[in-house]
């Protein structure tokens, strides 16, 4: 007999002679009646089956004992309406077969709640909770949705490397890739001589795949890419992580505007994917981790972000009467606090800030004409702040040069991306979302570290 998917038989109406559903058993009650319920799990929905084992069954008293919480097995048995609340369909156990212990004394996961912190210790066993399985299901659904989101549009999906040469945000803040023995440096003149190493010359791990994201999108109009990003940035935060992924679209002719559109659009489909389509996994966040989660996607669907320029925020945020850690003046960076505070107070929704500073942000983005800001937009959300990052990007050769000189960058490792503005120069656009920030705000979750499967965070990539 086929192995049937718990999610299958729970949504069927009819009953079945027999089934076979294969799974993890969740807890186990015994009734006085001579039979036992045990609540399988098999992660393909959030509920269990309910299974009803007679203790007449043929080898039930020979495995008895090793049928606890955390054990997994396979059982046959008829599927049929269910007569007692909480279930539409259960299972008439007519065979158990066991296929691992798990024992009661040393198997972390009984029936109490354990914190996430404590969870996150046992990453290879947080799995089998309901929040970390739900959390997984809207995280590849949510996938899912933004392939089917930019496939629709007719964009390209773009592999971009993860081994790279240059440094997109231009922060510094990457992780080195070498072979190089740390012990036993090649050196010519007191410095590391690169030329021994593997590639021939320094390389890193990638913090974003828009510089080369850009190259196709001078070519093929609009593409995407949707990979691991990495940032050796030193922040403890619950919105951070030293290794995540990033989805980051670029077009060509796209404005400023435009680009903003696409990330309103964007975000909006998303939030509308996840309600449809994991219902069951956003009741149990509603319920257990955030009362206000299905409000709030749904308020954020029915309304228009508010965009706003850099300067009006600081106006809005000078003219408050909040006492902010960080002072608040014209060239400042916007801290959590700020972003915060204006789309939480003052907007109570989210909000694209655009035309920054130019001194704050990356050399990449299109100056505007009035030489002190340009075209970069962030979307901010009530609690989380920054979803996404983007901006219109500097077509013109010689505005690009000087502002790559000027943020101290060698032009010579550049030349390629220069040559972009050289050949064909084309007006273009993009963003970056980061992937575990949507996954925490549409779940709910407090912690970035809780939204992907193995979190990676500076002093911290055990397992
Ligand atoms: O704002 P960022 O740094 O933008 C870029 O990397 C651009 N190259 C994107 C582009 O225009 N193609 O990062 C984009 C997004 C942020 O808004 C945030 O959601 C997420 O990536 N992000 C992080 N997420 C988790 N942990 C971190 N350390 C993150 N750093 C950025
Ligand atoms: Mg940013």
């Not at 991306?417 to 050289?422: F, K, S, T, W």
């Amino acid at each position: 007999m086929k192995r049937a998917k718990i999610k299958d038989l729970l949504d069927r109406k009819e009953e079945r002679q027999e089934v076979l559903v294969k799974g993890w058993v969740r807890t186990r009650r015994d009734s006085k009646g001579g039979f036992s319920f045990i609540e399988l799990n098999d992660g393909s929905c959030l509920a269990n089956i309910q299974v009803i084992a007679e203790h007449s069954l043929k080898n039930f008293l020979e495995l008895d004992k090793q049928i606890t919480t955390g054990s997994c097995m396979a059982i046959t048995g008829k599927l049929v309406i269910s007569q007692g609340k909480g279930q539409k369909m259960e299972i008439q156990s007519a065979g158990i077969e066991l296929y691992g212990t798990a024992d009661a004394e040393t198997f972390p996961l009984q029936k109490k709640r354990h914190s996430f912190e404590y969870l996150r210790e046992i990453a290879h066993l947080r799995p089998r909770t309901n929040t970390f399985g739900a959390v997984m299901r809207v995280r590849s659904r949510l996938a899912y949705a933004i392939h089917q989101f930019f496939n629709d549009r007719g964009f390209v999906y773009l592999n971009t490397p993860i081994i790279t040469t240059s440094d997109c945000e231009g922060a510094g803040e990457m992780f080195q890739v070498t072979t190089l023995d740390p012990d036993c440096l090649p050196k010519v003149e007191g410095k590391i001589d690169y030329a021994q190493d593997f590639f021939g010359e320094k390389t890193s791990l990638t913090v974003s795949g828009q510089l080369e994201g850009e190259i196709y999108a001078s070519a093929l109009s609009d593409i995407y890419t949707f990979g691991p990003t990495f940032r050796a940035e030193n922040s403890n935060t619950s919105r951070h992580l030293s290794e995540f992924w990033m989805v980051e679209p670029e077009m060509a002719f796209y404005d400023l505007d435009d680009d903003m559109d696409l990330a309103e659009e964007f975000i909006k489909y998303l939030f509308v994917d996840a309600l449809e389509n994991c219902s069951e996994d956003m009741e149990f966040f509603n319920q257990r981790i955030d009362k206000t989660i299905i409000e709030t996607l749904q308020h954020i669907i029915d309304n228009q972000f508010e965009r706003l320029t850099y300067t009006e925020a600081i106006q809005r945020l000078q003219k408050s009467k909040e006492t902010f850690s960080y002072p608040v003046e014209w060239g400042c960076a916007l801290q959590a606090e700020h972003e915060r505070y204006l789309s939480e107070i003052v907007f109570k929704k989210p909000i694209i800030v655009f035309n920054y500073p130019e001194k704050i942000k990356s050399f990449y983005m299109k100056l505007n004409k009035d030489d002190k800001t340009v075209r970069a937009m962030d979307v901010l959300l009530p609690k989380l702040g920054e979803i996404i990052g983007g901006s219109q990007r500097e077509e013109n050769y010689d505005t690009l040069l000087k502002r790559m000189k000027d943020a101290g960058l060698d032009p010579k490792h550049y030349w390629w991306y220069l040559d972009l503005r050289r050949f064909g120069t084309a007006p273009h656009s993009g963003f970056g979302l980061g992937f575990e920030r949507l996954v925490q705000f549409v779940t709910g979750m407090e912690n970035i570290r809780d939204v992907i499967p193995f979190p990676r965070t500076p002093k911290h990539a055990h397992f």
